[in-house]
């Protein structure tokens, strides 16, 4: 069996070890070994926030430099911050959103910018609405689950995770809130932009 390495990125308050949490749960159910590791640049809301999530045959938990297949990231500024994990062929899936860093007077570079360098080191870039279709939802917090959706409808997590795995893995992580997750799953395979 293979290796399949995603790095979620984003800044605290995301939902990123929510999404890794519901990704390596799916796959588990599918039989498969999922390791999870997470580490923060500053340990609060706001503040970088990187997890490694393996799938299949790794031992390690940290995924090396320039091996990643995926890169799951919430926002853009942190996706360009961790480019360097991705392997030549990786794919990048990032919500078309910027979080401004919170210290003053620091230059935010624009949106263009940010999405010139990603196309131009990625093999394939996914643009997801993730933020805009999860305030539509009527609540910010499932924008991971939109971004999840538009992974899976590009069949980036084969064969360790689909949709049914993802959603059997949120009806009994998120119980009471099942039903919104699952739809913000679903608007996320309808939410994105290809650019290769």
Same mark, same amino acid.
């Given at each position: ?18 999404? *890794? ?5 799916? *796959? ?8 999870? *590791? ?18 299949? $045959?790794?031992?390690? +938990?940290?995924?090396? +430099? ?29 919500? $078309?959103?910027?979080? +401004? +860093? ?31 279709? =999860? ?14 959706? =538009? ?17 059997? *893995? ?6 009471? =809130?099942? $039903? ?17």
């Amino acid at each position: 069996m293979e290796t399949l390495n995603i790095v979620v990125v984003g800044v605290g308050g995301q939902g990123l070890i929510s999404l *890794a949490s519901i990704i390596a749960s799916a *796959a588990l159910r599918k039989g498969y070994n999922a390791i999870v *590791a997470e580490t923060h640049g500053l340990s609060q809301r706001g503040g970088t926030v990187i997890v490694h999530v393996r799938l299949g $045959d790794a031992e390690a +938990p940290l995924i090396p +430099p320039k091996t990643a297949n995926v890169l799951l990231a919430m926002e853009l500024i942190e996706a360009n911050r961790y480019l360097y994990y991705l392997s030549p062929n990786g794919v990048i899936v990032v919500n $078309d959103y910027i979080v +401004p +860093p919170p210290l003053p007077k620091i230059k935010i570079p624009a949106r263009d910018e940010l999405l010139e360098n990603l196309k131009e080191t990625s093999k394939k870039l996914i643009l997801v609405q993730a933020t805009e279709e =999860a305030l539509k939802l009527g609540d910010a917090r499932v924008a991971n689950m939109v971004l999840l959706g =538009a992974a899976l409808q590009n069949g980036l997590l084969r064969p360790f995770v689909d949709f049914e795995s993802i959603k059997e *893995a949120i009806i009994e992580t998120w119980p009471k =809130a099942a $039903d919104i997750n699952i739809k913000a799953l679903e608007v996320g395979s309808n939410s994105y932009s290809v650019f290769k």
